[in-house]
């Protein structure tokens, strides 16, 4: 399979499998003429990776699910310990989220929005105490 069969089946950007490449994910053979020949195997690595990295595992948390995977004796207490450190992870970002929202909110509700050069959402932006 070249590159461009390999993305769309995987749904992974061209782009993104040639760093996949650069970091060792997958090692796709090289046909005669130097161009790439993607596997099932790299089909299917690269399609896992491209999940795991959707559901926000980091590129590292990645390496370590795929040896998972690879491992038959593994114990699934590891993945799931994986699996809810990432789900921290999210909650934690969405609480951030969550947070600059009210603010921002907070700041237009205050701001006239009209043609005064008064502007409550500059003045707390330039504010070093925020």
Known sequence: MNISEVAARAGVPA????????IGFIKPARAENG???FSEVDLH???FV????????????CHR???LYDD????SAD???MAEKNLQDIDAKIAGLQE??????HLVSKCAGDDRPNCPILNDLSDPQG
């Open 65 to 67: 699910l795929l040896a």
């Open 72 to 75: 038959k004796s593994r114990a």
């Open 79 to 81: 993945v799931k310990r």
């Open 45 to 47: 690595k690269l399609a």
């Open 15 to 22: 782009k993104t499998i040639r760093y996949y490449e650069d």
């Open 50 to 61: 491209g999940r795991a990295r959707s559901l926000g595992f980091t590129i590292k948390d």
């Open 100 to 105: 600059m929202r009210a603010t921002l909110s």
């Open 35 to 37: 161009y790439r020949d």
